[in-house]
């Protein structure tokens, strides 16, 4: 009999690909990081019954529709704001994330580019390579304090609660802001609810884990950034449509916030010309958050394991539409 087709659309090790070999004849992009060109995921997609798809691929409606076959997509990344999960949901589709086992990796990046940013670490290692380091001085190079600061979580999720944990060795103040209220953990990490609004005027470190959702989108406006505390820093790691680049641009220039810690990007890949990237008081990594070989591996074990799942007629271990049946 004629194995289902699965498509993949990286290159991922043929060690994590294993366990879908004897389910399926597995086509892998050849492009290595480059990502599939839209008409060849399309067709590709309209002959799988499965796909292994990263967070830039756009599985959009017209895709789905034309992908009979198709019972699970298994996006390796914990968002799926890539994908039209109403169109799979309506078309019987699993749509598969990879949540929880990138939370602590995730976590440390963005403390990471909190401390970063903070502390002038990237501007520093600049500063010695390009060898303009000869004198020393009581205010060279001086950054601002993150023990003891008032730490504001918007989007107090998975992610979230791993920054509060951090924070805590810092002996931070945290607050957060979610839709919902979190008593149990407000409990067992210490942190405060508060509106948008008030975490805003009251951080001095404003940490971004919001998914990209209708509501969500250009959340951090001029508003938003109008209301930051002049020496806040604003770290990004959710999503980069949730932030008006532009309208950050103009508050880091007008001096109404200080600083900015960004892994995510309204375009991606950034352009290098971009005029944030060109601040001194910006850090900005290519969308690492949960680049550690670890969890990376993790994350590709797990996608894969949704769709052996799905083949072997159960449900997928990390799904999002629960609507859908076997
Ligand atoms: P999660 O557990 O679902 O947490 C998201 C939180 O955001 C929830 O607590 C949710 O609470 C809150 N939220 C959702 N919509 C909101 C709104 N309109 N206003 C206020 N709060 C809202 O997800 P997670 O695993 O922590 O991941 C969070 C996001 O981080 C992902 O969706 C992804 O976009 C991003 N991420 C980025 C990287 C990276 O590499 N940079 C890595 C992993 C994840 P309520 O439902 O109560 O509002």
């Known amino acids: 009999m004629k194995k289902p087709y699965v498509y993949i659309t990286r290159n991922i090790p043929e060690e994590v690909i294993a366990p879908l070999k004897t389910l399926a004849e597995i086509n892998v992009w050849e492009g290595g990081n480059k990502k599939v060109p839209a008409d060849i995921l399309k067709r590709e997609a309209a002959k799988s019954i499965a796909l292994f798809t990263t967070l830039d691929d756009n599985i959009n409606k017209s895709l789905i529709e034309n992908s009979p076959n198709l019972k699970v997509i298994a996006n390796m990344a914990v968002g799926y704001d890539n994908i039209d999960v109403s169109a799979a949901t309506k078309h019987g589709v699993f749509i598969c994330n990879t949540p929880g086992i990138l939370s602590d990796t995730t976590a440390d990046l963005a403390f990471?580019?909190?401390?970063?940013t903070a502390r002038r670490i990237v501007e520093g290692n600049q500063f010695i390579k390009e060898g303009y380091w000869k004198d020393w001085g009581p205010l060279l190079m001086v950054g601002r304090d993150i023990h003891h600061k008032t730490l504001g979580i918007v989007g107090m999720g998975r992610i979230g609660e791993?920054?509060?944990?951090?924070?805590?060795g810092f002996d931070m103040q945290v607050l957060y802001h979610n839709r919902s209220r979190k008593e149990e953990v407000e409990e067992t990490l210490n942190v405060t609810y508060c509106t948008f609004e008030e975490l805003l005027e009251k951080s001095d470190f404003v940490v971004n884990l919001l998914p990209l959702t209708e509501e969500t989108k250009n959340k951090?406006?001029?508003?938003?950034?109008?209301?930051?505390?002049?020496?806040?820093?604003?770290?990004?790691?959710?999503?980069?449509?949730?932030?008006?680049?532009?309208?950050?641009?103009?508050?880091l220039n007008k001096g109404e916030i200080a600083g900015a810690g960004l892994d995510v990007f309204r375009q991606e890949p950034i352009s290098n010309q971009h005029p944030l990237i060109n601040l001194d008081q910006v850090v900005a990594v290519p969308h690492i958050g949960s680049a550690s070989i670890d969890?990376?591996?993790?994350?590709?074990?797990l996608a894969?394991?949704?769709?052996?799942?799905?083949?072997?007629?159960?449900y997928?271990?990390?799904?999002?539409?629960?609507?859908?049946?076997?």
Do not use: C, W
């Open 112 to 116: 990471a580019l909190l401390m970063s």
């Open 162 to 168: 791993k920054v509060a944990k951090r924070a805590a």
């Open 220 to 251: 951090f406006d001029s508003t938003a950034f109008s209301k930051m505390k002049n020496e806040a820093i604003f770290i990004n790691v959710g999503r980069g449509l949730t932030v008006e680049e532009d309208d950050l641009l103009d508050a």
């Open 295 to 301: 969890t990376r591996y993790a994350m590709m074990r």
């Open 304 to 314: 894969v394991q949704n769709i052996v799942n799905v083949l072997q007629g159960k």
């Open 316 to 326: 997928p271990e990390a799904y999002v539409n629960k609507d859908v049946t076997i």
